[in-house]
């Protein structure tokens, strides 16, 4: 029996990840969901308790589910939030993971971890300009992809000591329910507000001249799933990057969802919302996804926002 503890769960991507695993084992999985508060969800079920930075948490956790697999989703999400408390960002990504790597390795020796990190890592070496591969240069360059390089590249002794995982490194991605602490959502919010008639007609914007790979969350779930599918075909250590290999640029997405919209908007600059030393791009090499999961992206990105809009309209109305 396929039994597999995703940490993380009641994040964005938590919930489509667990539906993507239940359609692909046609619910022959049991599926452990923890966050770091308990809690219940229409979709996961109950939510167990389990602070990643707390070791005896964790090892009580393993030993008590005893999992075949762990999908790490746990962390602060939005790099915004890791910049008000990078301390905070440096338990949860770094020594959370490596709690759980060293309890696995322990105590459940079998188990796989699949840890998902950010393809943000790459920092530096996107200023190329070029689709990265998974061989690119880690060169993060804030403390939220730091603290996710770090904790991508401790696990390398452990591997090599006989910890068997997985170590994944998606590129943007979006679709409903996502924070407006992203682009996108930011953008989607907005626009449902002003169509509520909760805010002013006006949009206010950052940097649109940045370009990112984006997928529907959808896709990346569907990645995640077919990893554990596929794992007698993978050496413990594999990395892979999930992306979708198209760059789009800030201020396409940002028409796009102003083409749906139900009333006339116009754009504003704010300085507030301008990062520094942005990167002007960020693209991803995904070949060898596809080349060992047979994995590529479905969902068109078209349909990605219209669904995300459709979700904030639903949202801005409650």
């Keep these: 029996m ?16 667990v539906e993507a695993l239940r359609r692909s084992y046609e619910n022959n999985i049991e599926i452990i969901a923890t966050a770091k508060k308990a809690g219940q969800h229409a979709m996961l079920g109950p939510v167990r308790a389990i602070d990643v930075t707390d070791r005896t948490a964790v090892e009580d956790a393993i ?3 005893n999992p075949t697999h762990v999908m790490h989703l746990a962390g602060i999400a939005a790099p915004t939030a890791v910049n008000a408390d990078p301390d905070e960002a440096w338990r949860v990504h770094l020594q959370g993971t490596l709690n759980l790597a060293r309890v696995i390795l322990k105590r459940a020796p079998d188990c796989w971890l699949i840890n998902v990190g950010s393809a943000l ?23 939220y992809s ?13 591997i090599r000591s006989g910890l068997k995982c997985i170590r994944l490194r998606p590129f943007n991605h979006t679709g409903p329910g996502q924070s407006e602490a992203f682009v996108a959502p930011a953008f989607a919010v907005q626009i449902a507000r002003i169509e509520a008639r909760l805010a002013p007609p006006i949009i206010c914007v950052g940097n649109l001249d940045a370009q990112r790979d984006f997928l529907d969350v959808r896709d990346v779930a569907n990645a ?7 794992l007698e ?48 791009i960020l693209l991803g090499d995904a070949s060898r996804a596809r080349r060992l999961l047979h994995w590529r992206p479905e969902y068109s990105f078209e349909d990605t926002l219209t669904a995300l809009l459709n979700d904030c309209r639903a949202r801005a109305v409650q």
């Design 2 to 17: 396929t039994r597999v503890l995703v940490t993380g769960a009641l994040g964005f991507v938590g919930p489509y990840l």
């Design 63 to 65: 030993v008590g589910s």
């Design 121 to 143: 890592v790459y920092g530096e070496s996107a200023k190329a300009g070029r689709a990265l591969d998974e061989n690119a240069l880690l060169a993060p360059l804030d403390e």
């Design 146 to 158: 730091a603290s996710k390089a770090a904790a991508d590249l401790a696990l390398g002794p452990l």
């Design 224 to 230: 995640y799933a077919l990893v554990m599918k596929n």
């Design 233 to 280: 075909r993978l050496e413990s250590g594999t990395v892979l990057n999930i992306a979708s290999g198209i760059p789009r640029r800030i201020s396409d997405i940002l028409a796009s969802l102003i083409a749906r919209s139900r009333v006339e908007i116009s754009v504003e600059q704010d300085p507030m919302r301008q990062r520094p030393g942005d990167l002007p």
